[in-house]
């Protein structure tokens, strides 16, 4: 008898295990189909991107594989959501020469973007005798005594998505943004670096996230 009673016990154990997890498992597909709807509702789009202009300050190649820049650059990022906002936790600039990296990290401070908002930063990318790749090195001097140089911005950081008081997890967020940027006009005679001129860029980034 005492073994029948064990058994039933048991078998009884197992179905209410068994309903609660399936009660768990209802309770996550309707959490996630409401989650689902209501962001195929909102349309979330990704944040904008433009890079405005840029100020050189200082731009030497100072040997085959060294380079010491200074610049500021201005970004304007828009959110385009009527019903989403967006943390940007972490925002990172710097610029990328043939891929390569040639100047240091500059952080951008947290900010929360509301609806429709506009943000615009301003932050200087600079970097002292940064070893370059020696065919890097040859090509920054040749683009540099032609007066012209094609640089990179880019901007790498975590994102969050804020709907009403739901704050989703973080998502990394990857913007590139093409830079043509003039340094001075040969045909009047003035090549080379113009220190302190501002470029008007106005040139829209990729985004990715």
Known sequence: MSVKHCSHHENR???????????????????????????AILEPK?????????????FNVSAPILLSSNFQITIAARN???????YYDKLETYATYHSQQITYFTAIQPVYQGHKDTNIWSPFVYG???????YNGAALSQDQANGAIGLVIKM???????VG?????????????????PFGNRNSGIAGVVVGVKYQLAQKCSVNV
């Open 46 to 58: 990704k944040p904008r991107f433009v890079l405005q202009d840029a100020t050189i300050y200082s």
């Open 165 to 181: 008081s739901f704050i989703s997890g973080r998502y990394h967020i990857h913007v590139t943004c093409p830079a043509y940027i």
């Open 156 to 162: 790498n950081g975590r994102v969050r998505w804020k």
């Open 80 to 86: 385009p959501n009527s019903k989403i906002g967006i």
């Open 13 to 39: 154990k197992r179905k209410i295990i068994k309903r609660i997890l399936i009660g768990f498992g209802i309770l996550a597909v309707v959490v996630l189909i409401i989650f689902f709807i209501t962001w």
């Open 128 to 134: 002292t005798n940064v070893p370059v790749a020696p």
